[in-house]
């Protein structure tokens, strides 16, 4: 499994655009780029997943380079409400467990 | 409600106890995944099934052992229990074959063993 490794904490305010990134330098052919959003003692939530060039979706954008070693998690103009641990996690999509790293503790000052 | 069933929320015991987490996947989904979650472990992956049988393993201990019924619900049972096995239990299932959209978690069961 390739390994990541994303910053342990960011603060930013709201209504800014914040982007988290991860580096993967290790990711292998058949390796897909997730990420999940955690809130205290709730269970992880699917944010997007991609595997190269941008995808986007109604709550984030998703940008990984050709190179694939490196991706980034963007979430615009965040709101209080979306203060959370974010994890980068890579993996063969498809019937295969997920391993968490440490996570982004994201903060969002008002 | 991520559609992923998890009983009982809470749950408190006593050290040497056995007790038994219960989860139901999301309709349609064959797989389901146990992970626990402690302040200084982070979340550590236990066990996966995929329609009935044991698919894979990651740091479950010997105490630990889990099982998936035809009806595809899942058990997680825990034994002998210590005081570091106070944690949350997550369950997670997907589809199970080709590509997957995320897993989906359902919320938890809180462990305290005093």
């Known amino acids: 499994l390739a390994k990541t490794t994303q910053p342990i904490s960011m603060d930013s305010y709201e209504g800014q655009e914040v982007n988290i990134t991860c580096s993967h330098n290790?990711?292998?052919?058949?390796?897909?780029i997730t990420w999940y959003q955690q809130f205290p003692s709730q269970g992880p939530r699917f944010i997007i997943q991609g595997y190269k060039t941008k995808v986007t979706n109604e709550v984030a954008s998703l940008f990984i380079p050709a190179d694939r070693k490196s991706s980034t998690l963007s979430l615009p103009r965040v709101s209080l409400s979306d203060t959370a641990v974010y994890y980068c996690l890579v993996a063969i999509s498809g019937n295969t467990p997920l391993v968490f790293g440490k996570g982004t503790r994201l903060s969002v000052i008002a | 409600d991520s559609g992923v069933t998890q009983t009982p929320k809470h749950l408190i015991t006593a050290t040497g106890q056995r007790v038994t987490l219960r989860c139901s996947p999301r309709?349609?989904?064959?797989?389901v995944y146990w992970y626990q979650q402690s302040l200084d472990q982070g979340l550590q992956f236990l066990i996966q099934y995929y329609n009935g049988e044991e698919r894979a393993k990651g740091n479950i201990l010997e105490r630990f052992s889990a099982q998936q019924f035809p009806d595809l619900h899942s058990e997680l049972n825990l034994s002998s229990l210590e005081l570091g096995d106070s944690a949350l239990y997550f369950c997670?299932?997907?589809?199970?074959?080709?590509?997957?959209?995320?897993?989906?978690f359902g919320s938890g069961t809180r462990l305290t063993v005093v």
């Open positions: 290790n990711i292998a052919t058949n390796d897909y």
């Open positions: 997670a299932s997907s589809e199970g074959g080709g590509l997957d959209y995320g897993y989906t």
């Open positions: 309709s349609g989904d064959l797989s």
